[in-house]
């Protein structure tokens, strides 16, 4: 079952795309590659490639933007995966070394991960849920500190709020 979507409006949100001098160097390869394929043969050989490699090479570059990174008033989202705030306990803003490492060396085979090698920096949100075995997440972002800060004031806000109430 696909989960609910929400129509809160996103105190932060990011695609992952990527950078834009990725489509003229991915489509002259392709375009490179069907000129090998097709080797100038006459008649549909020669053109067939290039209505094929062209349009794959594009949909590849358009898929690539299809991740999303939201931050809602109480949610975490991450394409479909949702962090409710209130499991939020530590959130840090992380360099592209801090980013190695914890893929690396000092990574934890559990946490969850979402990586775009193209991008250097990244999030992560140490988790406080007992029944979850997932230590962390770890997720790519352009603006590790934006998104950093905006995750803990909304989840010091939802936090607030669960101790008011409850």
């Known amino acids: 079952m696909a989960p609910a979507r929400t129509t809160a ?13 990725w489509w003229p160097l991915g489509l002259g390869v392709a375009a490179l590659g069907a000129a090998e394929i097709g080797l100038g043969a006459p008649g549909p050989r020669g053109w067939m490639p290039f209505a094929v490699v062209l349009p794959l090479t594009a949909a590849l570059l358009l898929w690539s933007r299809a991740l999303r990174v939201r931050v809602t008033d109480d949610e975490f989202q991450v394409a479909d995966a949702r962090l409710p705030l209130q499991y939020a306990a530590e959130i840090v803003a992380l360099d592209a070394a801090g980013r190695r490492q ?16 193209w991008i250097g920096t990244a999030v992560q949100v140490m988790l406080n849920d007992p029944e979850d075995p997932t230590p962390y997440w770890l997720v790519s972002t352009r603006h590790p500190v934006q998104l950093a800060e905006t995750l803990r004031e909304a989840a010091r806000a939802v936090q607030k709020a669960d101790q008011l109430g409850g």
């Open 9 to 21: 409006t996103p105190r932060f949100t990011e695609r992952l795309g990527v950078p834009w001098w």
């Open 102 to 117: 914890l893929l690396g060396p000092a990574g934890d085979p559990l946490a969850f991960l979402v990586m775009r090698p």
